[in-house]
Structure formats: C-alpha cells, structure tokens
C-alpha cells in the first residue's frame, strides 16, 4: 500500500509539472542584433518586424502565450539546445548542417541571397568578384555559399558578426560588395543613405541555402513541431502571412 502511495504521489507530481511546463510562455530566440525588417526594435524599445509579428500568429493558431527573447545570434542553436529558448525564429536556413544537430519546423518562407554595390559600379556577378572586397555575415547560408561557391573568384571575403556591421561598411566604402538575404537587402537599398547602392543580382540555387526558413527545434521536441507544423498552415491559408509580408516587402515570401 505505501509503495502505491509513494507511485500515486510521483505520478501526480510529474502531471502537475508537466501542465505546468505547458502553461508556461514559449520563448521565441531572435537574434540580440537587429536584422531589419524581420526583426528589429520599434521607438518604443519594443521588438518587432516580419517575423517577430508571424511568431506570435503562429503562437495565437497554437493557443499558446509566447515571449521573444534576443539572443546573440552566434549562440542561438545552444541556447535552443540548453532550453532558454523554445524556438529559433530569425531567418534560418533549412540546412543539412544544422539538421544534425536540431530540427525544424514545415518551411514559412524562402528567399535567395542579393548581391549589393554602388549603382555606379560596373558590376555582374560572380564573374567580376575578382579583386573585390566582398563582405557576408558569418554563421548564414551566404557565408556557406560563399565558401563552397566563391572560393575561386578572386573575391576577398571578410566574415562579420551582424549585419549591420556589414550594411554600415558597404555603405562607408570600406566593402565593394556585400551578400545577404534578398529581402533584407531590398529594405537596405530603400534607406536614404543607401540611395548611391542597388541590387546588382541574385546567387542561383544551391544547396547551401537549404529548403527554405523554418523555425528551429530541439531533436526531443516532436509535439511542439506538430502543433508549429499546424499553425504554419494555418496562418499560410488564412493568409495572415502573406498580409505581414505585403505589409513589411510589398511583395509575397510566405511558401
């Protein structure tokens, strides 16, 4: 009778902790630095863009509360793995690379990488990348194109942390030519201070650049995968996604 007692009591407690794990807010790792117009900080401090805003439609399809929680973007994937965060949402690729090491949810969106000059450069690549400084952002599918892809065009490639970094070089002349998601690039070359740079041309398909964006997993956690995979097509079909995205690209990126 005790040992029943003793195997009630357990059972009870691991139901209580497990329902309350489930009450408890998601949190949503996006990348500390800014990568607008996916993710970035509004004049009240507060975070927003494109997928700040489809993370939390998707968290509304599941019925569950979610936080966004900035994380350096260089160590988002062991953050996920040690459980400060839930989920990745920023842009990441669907990789073979990263697949062995987390999962992914059902694809949201895709696009290829641009590159970025000054519109007075005679520029077509990646034929005339020989001699240019070339700049990319470290930890992306641009750098893994660029390694696998580029090696032998002559380009001097200098690998940064954020974005930013490498926006502001271009922009100071301290970069001939930077690569980076299409639709990232199409909001840099709106701003004001970019209005001497223009989108020179696309990189083609390449393995490198995976199946599209996903929202990374932990391996173990197949029923939050489930109910993702679920709120995607959801807010695909309702089209609250390709709403955000006309909204934010004036164009459609939602698969």
């Known amino acids: 009778m005790k040992n029943n007692l003793i195997t009630a009591a357990a059972l009870a407690l691991l139901t209580f902790s497990t329902a309350s794990q489930a009450d408890e807010p998601l949190q949503i790792g996006i990348s500390a630095e800014p990568y607008p117009p996916f993710t970035y900080t509004s004049?009240?401090?507060?975070?927003?863009?494109?997928?700040?805003?489809?993370?939390?439609?998707?968290?509304?399809?599941?019925?569950?509360?979610?936080?966004?929680?900035?994380?350096?973007?260089?160590?988002?994937?062991?953050?996920?793995?040690?459980?400060?965060?839930?989920?990745?949402?920023?842009?990441?690729?669907?990789?073979?690379?990263?697949q062995r090491v987390i999962d992914f949810s059902d694809p949201y969106y895709f696009t290829p990488g641009?590159?970025?000059?000054?519109?007075?450069?005679?520029?077509?690549?990646?034929?005339d990348l020989d001699g240019k400084v070339l700049g990319v952002q470290s930890a992306t599918t641009n750098a893994t194109y660029t390694r696998r892809a580029l090696r032998d065009s002559?380009?001097?490639?200098?690998?940064?942390?954020?974005?930013?970094?490498?926006?502001?070089?271009?922009?100071?002349?301290?970069?001939?030519?930077?690569?980076?998601?299409?639709?990232?690039?199409?909001?840099?070359?709106?701003?004001?201070?970019?209005?001497?740079?223009?989108?020179?041309?696309?990189?083609?398909?390449?393995?490198?650049?995976?199946d599209g964006v996903g929202i990374g997993l932990r391996q173990?956690?197949?029923?939050?995968?489930?109910?993702?995979?679920?709120?995607?097509?959801?807010?695909?079909?309702?089209?609250?996604?390709?709403r955000l995205s006309n909204e934010y690209f004036d164009t459609d990126i939602c698969t």
């Open 43 to 98: 004049a009240d401090g507060d975070w927003t863009g494109f997928e700040v805003e489809l993370g939390l439609a998707f968290c509304e399809a599941m019925g569950r509360e979610c936080e966004i929680k900035p994380t350096g973007w260089s160590g988002i994937i062991p953050s996920l793995k040690a459980g400060r965060i839930d989920m990745i949402m920023n842009s990441m690729s669907i990789t073979e690379a990263r």
């Open 114 to 127: 641009a590159y970025v000059a000054a519109r007075d450069m005679a520029f077509t690549p990646p034929e």
């Open 154 to 210: 002559g380009a001097r490639v200098r690998l940064y942390d954020q974005a930013e970094q490498v926006n502001r070089d271009l922009l100071s002349g301290r970069l001939d030519v930077i690569l980076a998601d299409q639709i990232a690039m199409l909001e840099l070359v709106e701003r004001d201070a970019a209005e001497d740079f223009e989108i020179k041309g696309t990189a083609p398909h390449h393995p490198a650049y995976g």
């Open 220 to 242: 173990e956690d197949d029923a939050l995968e489930a109910d993702l995979n679920d709120a995607i097509a959801e807010v695909l079909e309702n089209g609250t996604c390709t």
